[in-house]
């Protein structure tokens, strides 16, 4: 693209010569200017303060006006706008922004909600001013760089002069051109003791803190750099059975919003819910009511997997050094702030040492000029040159200057630096109603109190590092109440949506025609499952598919086999007999599925276009059955019936061809006998953090669980449960004395004060109730009835003491002594007419082979006190 332009002479005639101007470079240079104005004056904040140049200017206004009183946000946008080229809009939503996190702005009125996304109301309402944390740690005329507003009227500043790493404070996100950045907000209490910790050369780290509370997991924080990552999630507590409530929330999530991922969830079938109801007022409260029959911790899962309850931030730390943009950690950012803020410091102390060498300078003139009476020579000169010079001459014989070298026994005073004619001056302008009241002890007490503090200056200057340290522990002491850390930070486990997705379908097979799906419902119903499921379909050619589900989906005719399918299933094991249609013998095998390519098909004979099947289970944890073949009568074998067990042969992969059961032609085979797992039993552990169970190895180890297994779960309110074992299911660690594989010889000791007859009470039993998944209440029914102590040891001992008419008596039992085992709702043995003050487990003893226990000893043991 070009433009024809006509030269045109200094007379103004043309000079008929066209000249073309090329436009070649123009949008670089044009999109580049435009960028760098986006990301310098709007987007990406400095390093030095922390804050944007529409953020800066806010604050500097507002110190501007301060004069301790609060001043509308109006009047405030206002006055920004000298300072600020845009909109009173923009000015006004930074200004609410910077409002909302609590810090640097004193807030009156309605100023809106994070929590809920509730605007702020109108500016004319509310009303502002500087917190004295911002007065002390953002603002010093004497060390600010300054530069002319874009008007050219007023001066503002470059950056302000910040002591605090402000940007980690508060966190930042900007959108520019061709670039973003994501800096989570810290806590400030842990930001000035990791300043202080740079500052002493150890190691610190420093993670996010959010205003909304939640949990974090800061596993992939990677410091804040790109690439890293953290999981943040909502706190959900159980009310009861069938309510749940959200009491934090994620950051950068409201209740809204919240609300509005959970109803649409629920509506695409991923959760089952009845009812949402937000209660948010003073504090965060939205309550989920679930159906009867659905699983709470289920439940719980499925918000964090298909809602907003959890959500992924990626943080991306970039800021403006020397006006351009860089890529740094949060590390990196806070030892920045912390040697500026010592560099600004030192500034500060400078400026003060200068001040107070001044003054003393000044000081000192003064007392030598009143008390030698040097105004007296002044009195004859006829021109101010001559009343200078005769001052100076006075002054002269009193004083050493810098650059003089002193003689022996030289009484004269040294000065800071040479007299100058503004020092003669100023004792010129000195009033004679102070010279005849001049106070020489006064006087001498003014210098030295300026003389000791210019030490202590000096003393700060030569140790600047413990100086700085003295500041940070001053901001710590006087601003860190109330800023405690928010947001719990732990190790979030990852949940598999497939796991916990509700099952809002029905899966159907028509067999004969090949067709699976969930509108079928005139033909056989399989499962009920989800729309995000995988299903597995074999049939009788030897041919396996996996496809997702949908309304109908074809998967080939003569179907004899059709399930969900799991990823990474390595439980779930197929028992297989077919006819290889090229040999004409029949092969058996044993085989898993754990990964596959969706809608592909496969083989699991020898590839023969005559193979098929003649028997086939699916086993979900390995069982091997035992297995009746009859072959035809016409066949050679002797033994036209036998018995085959699966067990014998060994787990392989899906293109594993078999072994040889028979070369003879088989007439029928059937099941003769349900077998046990043959793939060991699964190790069962409990993440000691999130209290989910899993088999990864994380946390406690429960036990070896094969089919049939239950858990035992001990709770410190005097409740025990037995439940079957779902690998979904969650326990709350703050609630568990003890967890474990589920024994029917384990005995349960515990101790525990007997509300009604105000008694502490000693009893021991074993699990008697079937019901499972159901917590049972070993304690009496007395509202003042508490737990005090339980043990599954064999043979637990304890110490314990009470108080007695101001006394402290101890005493010491062998718990399986004490008390026989008895029934689960017994009341037990008296252990003492009062309640223990306190209990001290002690080593408990072994049980050694021959050992027995006493099942019903009444009262056979005795306390040592009692």
Known sequence: MSETTTDVSSNGEMNGQEKVISLKGMYKDYFLDYASYVILERAVPGVNDGLKPVQRRILYSLREKEDGRYHKVANVIGHTMQYHPHG?????????????????????????????????????????????????????????????????????????????????????????????????????????????????GKPFKIYPDFLTGGFVDVTDYNKGKRGGKVKVRSKIEQIDKNTLAVRELPYGITTTSLIESILKASDKGKIKIKKVVDNTAKDVEILITIPNGVSPDVTMDALYAFTNCEISISPNACIIIDDKPHFLTVDEILRINTEQTKKLLEWELEIRKHELEEKLHFASLEKIFIENRIYRD???????????????????????????????????????????????????????????????FKADELIAKLEQELEQVKHDLAHIVEYTIAYYQRLLEKYSKG??????????????????????????????????????????????????????????????????????????????????????????????????????????????????????????????????????????????????????????????????????????????????????????????ESGKSTIGALQVYMDEISGRLNTDGRGKFLGDFDTGDAIFALYKNGEYEVANLEMTRKFDPNELIAIQKFDEETIVSAVYFEGGKGWTMVKRFKIETT??????????????????????????????????KSKKMQGEIKVDEFVGVKGWK???????????????????EKLQPGDSIDLDVSSSGQSKLF
């Open 88 to 200: 009173d809009a923009a000015i006004g939503d930074a200004l609410v922004h910077l409002g909302q996190k609590d810090l640097m702005i004193d807030t009156q009125g309605n100023w809106g909600d994070i929590r809920t996304g509730d605007r702020a109301a109108a500016a004319r309402y509310i009303e502002a001013r500087l917190t004295k944390f911002a007065l002390e740690v953002a603002f010093n005329n004497q060390t600010t760089h300054w530069q002319l507003s874009y008007d050219g009227r007023n001066k503002e500043p470059i950056s302000l002069p910040m002591k605090f790493p402000l940007l980690l404070a508060q966190g930042a996100e900007g959108i520019a051109v061709g670039l973003s950045t994501r800096i989570l907000p810290h806590n400030f209490i842990e930001l000035i003791k990791a300043s202080i910790k740079i500052l002493e």
């Open 378 to 440: 002044i009195e004859e000169c006829e021109t101010w040159e001559a009343v200078l010079e005769a001052i100076d001459v006075g002054l002269r014989k009193y004083v050493i200057s810098p650059s003089e070298t002193p003689k022996a026994n030289d009484t004269r005073l040294r000065l800071f630096r040479e007299i100058t004619e503004e020092d003669i001056i100023r004792l010129t302008e000195i009033k004679i109603k102070r010279i005849s009241k001049f106070n020489s």
């Open 483 to 672: 800023r405690e850390r928010r947001t719990q930070i732990t190790t979030l486990d990852t949940i598999r949506a497939t796991e916990v997705v509700a099952n809002n379908a029905k899966l159907y097979v028509n067999r004969k025609e090949g067709f699976i799906g969930t509108s079928l419902k005139k033909d056989e119903f399989v499962a009920d499952c989800s729309d995000i499921d995988n299903i597995i379909v074999f049939r009788r050619d030897g041919k396996m598919q996996v496809s997702r589900i949908a309304d109908k989906v074809f998967m080939g005719k003569d179907i004899i086999h059709v399930g969900v399918w799991k990823k990474g299933d390595d439980r779930t094991t197929y028992n297989m007999v077919y006819l290889d249609g090229g040999s004409g013998r029949a092969m058996i095998k044993r085989f898993q599925v754990t990964a596959i390519t969706r809608d592909r098909e496969y083989d699991l004979t020898k590839g023969h276009k005559k193979s098929k099947v003649l028997y086939f289970t699916a086993n979900p944890n390995g069982e091997a059955e035992v297995i009746s073949v009859q072959l035809t009568q016409g066949c050679r074998a002797k033994n036209k019936i036998f018995d085959f067990d699966f067990q014998e042969l060994a787990i392989k992969g899906r293109g594993s061809q078999g072994n040889t059961l028979t070369r003879y032609p088989i007439r029928k085979v059937s099941l003769k």
């Open 771 to 804: 019901s499972f998944d159901q917590r049972f209440s070993f304690l009496t029914d007395h509202k003042d009835t508490k737990l005090l102590y339980a043990s599954i040891d064999a043979r637990p001992r304890i110490e314990y003491s009470v108080k007695f």
């Open 826 to 844: 017994a009341i037990g043995n008296k252990l003492s007419d009062r309640k223990l003050s306190n209990i001290k487990e002690l080593e408990s």
